[in-house]
């Protein structure tokens, strides 16, 4: 079987993700798609798979013009996604969720269980897999319940086999496993198209490479011929506008400092410091431990070993309570989970860090706290109608706003901002980079992490890149560029 | 600014939660005075107001635990067992006063061994308290080998029976208590931080942690709030049946759980006012005193009970929905 991808295009509303995309593929290959978040790999994926319409283009399937109407039906013309996200109900055994939908049936309807039972054994021996079918999926490991997935995708005579981001959650035994597995379906004559972040595994793995950068396919290479350089280049090579607002960072005395923070099987040996007045991003891919270290940091999860400073002196760190007692701000990354109330008020939102400090023997100082919330929200520029409107009515923009209030309220010398600028609309980004600029100029040091290479190239003072939980490299802004970032984010090393 | 919207669409489940349990408690007080005039007796209003106070103090409590989206199944146990430990110390020859005071310290403590059990254990306070419910009933039981205590030393004793049975005013005892502590619980769920942060943690649990509050603290402390405040109506009841029933209090989770819903508290926790729960309670107590004066079975009082606090329910249901 072979697919080929031509031209295709696609715009939610006015943006348009996709902008004349070609991608190919034929039986016994594996195809690397490579791109940054958001270049549009997803996107090309779910409309191979019928998951979304396209604008324009042509999907053609063995040369005859094709377009499925949606998974099941692209699973019958045998195209599978294992998407990124299991979709696997955990407390069902392997057999019932490989059976899910699909279920064998004998007369009124009882299920054929032996028959099922046999079928999916017979799937999993094909991948050498030995996984016992009738306990519950959520008991295996994450590479075990993967072959799962694989399995019961060969189950419908899968002939071309989509893998988004298979090793994210892997061991390395686990990918050296599923690549032997990947080895036995190219013999079989699947092909077999490979969505990775992981430059080592595109080489190990994939006969060629298709890099895509803004809706559009870059280039496309027999692995053999290309090398790191030439893919991180095509990845990110674009120049930046002059959307972020410029830094002109006066540093003062280190004001956060950590040293060899471990936290088992999560990140290791962690060592950084950030000044006052400056704006120290913390780059790296999905899954490298930024948001873990953080967190860590912050007294929410626990570490194993290492110490924390403030202005020189150790402390102990054990809830959010002590950290902003430490004047630690966290602005998490899910901000509807851990960021606010959403059902609170916004005032009741913005005070809640701070509250003790308008409190006399317990009792809230009504009018000293309704004071606090209009000055901040204010200094913030928060859009709404009254303080007492529910977080959940404003936009995102705005909400992010709101927690960073919450923060600047609570008197922050430390803000961490775990992807500050997330989910928030172009307007509202350059508002936000412009009060982390008059925060760092009233002397507060900012670590930003943040998955938007340009905006970390765009707007910090240093960078430091985690890879696979640990600091693989610190650079300043100025003498940093994509592929500099990128080669570390991957795992790999600066030549001097 | 939406205004003229809201004034076209009346919202039944809406103009519930502002002002529906006090309407339905005004209407249901001029119903039943109306079916029988000796409702509004002064006689059968105190007698009301003192079947009503022990319910109202366990709402209370229960209104915090329900703010935080818990629950506590054992307010009745603890009742129970507080109320035999303070009656078996009068016994033993315990002035009255000092036995009341270690009861409601006995109660705080088995509240706080139910908030330490939820806040470290991670367990689910309805399957916390359920447990609870059944070791304190049977700690009861054991303390009272299945009796009533009661003794001379309680039926002499003016010190002992001022709780339950005394009047001030012409007002029975009990109520000014219950006054007190609704007027404590107001200012302290409205006006302190300590409410606040009730309300935080239960209307995002993980993001009041991370804004600095400490939540384990804080549900040890609501949960012995609802101890003590359990263990206040114990010795009201001991004082006021001059004994200790080794089964007082069954059942009175129920009432003080439908009184806080009733009073437009919602169970997912974060949202509900005390004065609700106030009002809750003397909804279901005049509920139950007029179906009693209008000699309903006791039987057709449950079904009543039952539909009353599901089309509660219901309407706040409705209300959180839109």
Redesign the interface.
Known sequence: MQIELKNISKAFGPNKVLRGVDFSIQSGEVHALMGENGAGKSTLMNILTGLLDFDGGNILVDGKETRFNNALDAEQHGVAFIHQEMNNFAEMSVVENMFLNREIKKSFGMLDMAEMRKQAKAALDRLGADIPVGVPVGSLSVGRQQMIEIAKSLMNKTQVLIMDEPTAALTENEIAKLFDIIRTLKKQGVAIIYISHRMEEIFQISDRVTVMRDGVSVNTYKTEDTDVKQIVHDMVGRDMGDFYPDRNPKFGESYLKVENLTSDGVFKDVNFEVRSGEVLAFSGLMGAGRTEIMRAI?G?DKFNSGKIFIKGKEVHIS???H??QHNIG?L?EDRK????????SLA?NID??S??G??KH???DKKADKDFVDMLMKRLGVKA?SAKDAAASLSGGNQQKVVLA?WVG?GSQVLILDEPTRGVDVGAKREIYDLMNELTDRGTAIIMVSSDLDEVLGFSDNIAVVYEGKIQGEIATKDATQDKVMTLATGGKLDE | ?NNTETKKKFNMGEFYSKLGPLAALLILVIFVSIMNSSFLNVNNLMNLFQQVSVNALIAFGMQFVILTAGIDLSVGSILALSGAFAAQMILMGMPPLLAFLIGVVMGAIFGAFNGALIAYGKAAPFIVTLATMSVFRGATYVLTNGNPITGPKMNNSLSFQFLGQGYLFGIPFQVYIMIIFYVIAY?LLH????G??T??LG??E?????????TKKLIILIYTIAGFLSAVGGMILTSQLASAQPDAGTGYEMDAIAAVVLGGTSLAG??GKMFGTLVGALIIGVLNNGMNLLGISSFYQQIVKGIVILTAVLLDRKQSQN
């Open positions: 912050f929410i809830s959010p309570e950290a902003i966290f998490t989970d851990e960021g606010l109330i959403l059902d609170a009741d809640l860090p509250i003790d308008f409190a317990g009792f809230i109608q919450k609570s | 600014m200012l006006k302190t931080t300590f606040r942060k309300y935080a209307g995002n993980k993001a009041a942690f991370v804004a600095g509050v400490n974060g949202k």
